[in-house]
């Protein structure tokens, strides 16, 4: 019979045991899932706000990009408009200088034709006085003697012999 105690089915060890593990249940339960899922919760809430924190990061990150990009483009356009302002004043300041150094040019020209004139005309005055004094010459000496051709041809020689020296 002492074998069948070994192997024989006791209620009353079975509801104690059940009791025992429904205690160990609920004892486990109040002091050990309790704050597990208390701490795991915590846990939880912390790593949605590390995500919830990246994503507005990333959000502001995305804007200040767009922002960058927007200056950049802005700046650009800026650059290239100071650009072309810098290159219309340089046109404008050669065709000014171009303008001018061709004015002073005819004016310089038109100066030195002048000069040019004036003395053309001086040096024909000095040349008619030249003639004129050398016709003078010539007509005092004819008057001094009489003349035949061979003392006209004499006159005409010497006239252009002196005509030569006196240049």
């Known amino acids: 019979?002492?074998?069948?105690?070994?192997?024989?089915?006791?209620?009353w060890n079975i509801l104690l045991s059940l009791v025992n593990l429904l205690i160990l249940f609920l004892i486990l339960k109040r002091f050990l899932f309790k704050p597990v899922k208390k701490v795991m919760n915590e846990r939880q809430a912390q790593v949605?706000?590390?995500?919830?924190?990246?994503?507005?990061d990333r959000q502001a990150a995305a804007d200040m990009k767009q922002?960058?990009?927007?200056?950049m483009a802005t700046a650009r356009e800026e650059a290239d408009g100071l650009v072309r302002n810098a290159v219309q004043?340089?046109?404008r300041k050669s065709d000014a200088i171009l303008a001018d150094a061709s004015q002073q040019a005819a004016?310089?020209?038109?100066?030195?034709?002048?000069?040019?004139?004036?003395?053309?005309k001086q040096m024909l005055s000095d040349v008619k006085a030249e003639i004129s004094d050398l016709a003078?010459?010539?007509?005092?000496?004819?008057?001094?003697?009489?003349?035949?051709?061979?003392?006209?041809?004499?006159?005409?020689?010497?006239?252009?012999?002196?005509?030569?020296?006196?240049?």
């Open 89 to 91: 004043t340089a046109q």
């Open 67 to 71: 922002e960058y990009e927007t200056r």
């Open 107 to 120: 004016h310089l020209k038109q100066k030195a034709e002048n000069e040019i004139q004036l003395e053309k």
């Open 1 to 11: 019979m002492q074998s069948l105690d070994i192997i024989s089915v006791n209620i």
């Open 136 to 167: 003078v010459s010539i007509a005092s000496r004819i008057m001094e003697r009489e003349v035949n051709a061979q003392d006209h041809a004499e006159f005409v020689d010497q006239f252009i012999q002196n005509v030569g020296e006196q240049q």
């Open 48 to 56: 949605t706000a590390i995500y919830a924190d990246a994503e507005n």
